[in-house]
C-alpha cells in the first residue's frame, strides 16, 4: 500500500505522515536497523511517498492495523555529490537501506 503526505514527526521507532488527500495523520513504523537512515533523510514538513505493508494488531479483542515501512519512493534516493566530502559516511549508503532494490 502506498502513502503520500507531509512528514510531521520524526522519532526513533516511527515517522508521523500527513496524507494530503484525506488529512489523516498516520505512524509509520520501522525497524531498528533503518533508524540511522530514516534520521538521515527524513525531516518535518517534506512531502513523501512510502510504501508500507500491513500487520494485523489485535487489543483488547478491537483489530487494528500497525503500519510498517517497506520502502521509500520520494523523496529520491541521495546521491553521494549531493553532499559535502567532509562526511566520514557516504549519503548513498547510509539510506540506500530505505529504497527498493533495482528501482
Do not use: C
Not at 508521523?16 to 534520521?39: G, H, L, N, P, W
Request: no cysteine; glycine share 2%.
Amino acid at each position: 500500500m502506498e502513502i503520500t503526505g507531509h512528514v510531521t514527526k520524526v522519532t526513533n521507532t516511527f515517522i508521523r505522515v500527513r496524507t494530503i488527500r484525506k488529512r489523516q495523520e498516520i505512524d509509520v513504523f520501522y525497524t531498528q536497523s533503518r533508524e540511522r537512515a530514516i534520521f538521515y533523510r527524513f525531516e518535518e514538513h517534506i512531502i513523501t511517498t512510502i510504501e508500507v505493508e500491513l500487520q494485523e494488531v489485535e487489543v483488547e479483542g478491537a483489530k487494528y492495523a500497525k503500519l510498517w515501512l517497506k520502502y521509500v519512493i520520494l523523496p529520491a534516493q541521495l546521491r553521494d555529490e549531493d553532499y559535502s566530502s567532509r562526511l566520514t559516511d557516504s549519503p548513498f549508503k547510509i539510506t540506500s537501506i530505505l529504497y527498493k532494490k533495482n528501482a
